[in-house]
């Protein structure tokens, strides 16, 4: 049982992990691409979702326009990571992509006064890191 579990999380990285590749090859503008891998997607989601609770109480869950507005901002950044993999690497766009909750960090210790702990001074250690040698290459 454990293997089958290893399997579809190498499975699931695999897809995940080549999505921009397939953006790329695919020459779809951004916006098409971000379209087809929704529509794709719901029939999915919608069957695991329903499994569990029925449509009318989908619908009634509480704060739906918020996972909603939230769905619709997700949607928004993967139509910007897709544009931005037309115009740069694979690589640099999966650096900027993930150098978000550094810049979080930041602007939360400038503008709202945050403390810094052991846990962000780690996330700025390695961030500088990665940035270090991506400089390098």
Same mark, same amino acid.
């Given at each position: ?27 779809? *503008? ?31 869950? *509480? ?49 709202? *006064? ?24």
């Amino acid at each position: 049982m454990q293997n089958r579990g290893i399997i579809q999380m190498l499975i699931a990285t695999f897809l995940w992990g080549s999505t921009p590749i397939m953006s790329i090859n695919s020459h779809l *503008k951004s916006e098409v691409f971000v379209f087809f891998r929704v529509l794709f997607a719901l029939p999915f989601i919608l069957y695991y979702a329903l499994k569990e609770v029925s449509l009318k109480e989908f619908f009634t869950i *509480k704060p739906f326009w918020v996972l909603f507005l939230s769905g619709v901002a997700l949607g928004v950044n993967w139509i910007f990571f897709f544009w931005a993999l037309n115009l740069t690497t694979v690589a640099n766009v999966v650096a900027i992509y993930y150098s978000g909750p550094i810049l979080a960090l930041i602007l939360g210790v400038l503008f709202l *006064k945050e403390r810094i702990n052991i846990y962000n001074n780690l996330n700025f250690f390695g961030f500088y890191r990665c940035i270090g040698n991506s400089q390098r290459i």
